[in-house]
């Protein structure tokens, strides 16, 4: 009788966490080329290393017979991508900056030389991404530090895209739900069409379809706000898609202290009120 229970509850445990795992969405990017010589001809079996510049984590790839490589599931962060091979000097390209769910083209040209011998590539950029049709974009942690942000709400950033439009104080917010956070009508579509993910985990109210997850100012990296034409990774709503990433530790220590003061005795006066009243 104990092992049958044993069971049932080892059961429910597997299912429970199989409709995580089926719910969550990806939030890291991919970094793709091609590896070519000077003549153009095509690089096959170069080592490509991709490592983390503010943790120094490192991945190995190898280019294929066609000289192309690519890393799959890349986390949002800057890196830097090496390529050696024998009889070519060693290709260095440092600060490449990877946003959420981003695809960056780094086509990179070795030259004939000893390996021993590193190139350090400063000058190009990546290529814009041809990939997808998807149209978005990102809020990173600089714009959420620096710009005017009231009650500590990230989601208000939503309002700095093309086409996304708060619902606060609008015929909408008689519709319970309409007046939180979270709650923008994107491209004239409901308040309660969007999809929202922290760390690529399902981040919805299911009653009223608002973020249910709202991390602090302080502690997300960045999001992508995705307004139209979405992969196919994505679904269950035709609003929009908001995918948030929040920080992760290095190598260096760092952190940030704030204080949130809000109070009447700091409004200004308005123009109406007299000494009479009591008001200096």
């Known amino acids: 009788m104990r092992s049958l229970k044993a069971t ?3 059961l429910a445990l597997i299912c429970l966490s199989c409709s995580t795992w089926l719910t969550a969405q990806s939030t890291g990017g991919r970094i793709l080329g091609h590896v070519s010589d000077a003549s153009g001809a095509s690089v096959a079996g170069a080592k490509v ?3 983390n510049e503010a943790t ?3 991945r190995d790839g190898k280019t294929n017979d066609a000289g192309d490589y690519v890393f799959l599931e890349v986390q949002p962060g800057q890196y830097s991508i090496k390529v050696e091979q024998q009889g070519f000097t060693t290709i260095l390209r440092k600060g490449v900056i990877l946003a959420v769910n981003e695809v960056a083209t780094l086509n990179l040209t070795v030259q004939v030389g000893q390996t021993k011998e590193v190139v350090e590539v400063t000058s190009e950029a990546p290529l814009v991404d041809t990939t997808s049709t998807q149209l978005g974009a990102v809020v990173n942690d600089r714009a959420i530090s620096q710009l005017p942000l009231n009650a500590r709400d990230t989601y208000q950033f939503l309002q700095l ?8 104080g609008s015929s909408n917010s008689v519709v319970y739900g309409n007046d939180k956070a979270g709650a923008v009508s994107v491209n004239g579509g409901r308040g309660r069409s969007n999809n929202f993910s922290v760390n690529g985990g399902d981040a919805n109210d299911q009653f009223v379809n608002l973020p249910t997850v709202q991390p602090a100012p302080d502690s997300i990296e960045e999001f992508r706000v995705l307004t139209n034409t979405f992969d196919a990774e994505y679904g269950r709503n035709s609003g929009s898609v908001v995918n948030v990433v929040t920080k992760s530790g290095t190598n260096d220590i760092h952190g940030n202290v704030y204080e949130f003061f809000r109070n009447t005795v700091l409004n200004a006066n308005a123009y109406c009120f007299t000494a009479l009243q009591g008001i200096p």
């Open 56 to 58: 120094g984590v490192s």
């Open 161 to 168: 895209q093309p086409g996304v439009m708060s619902t606060v």
């Open 8 to 10: 049932r509850v080892l």
């Open 49 to 51: 290393t991709l490592s």
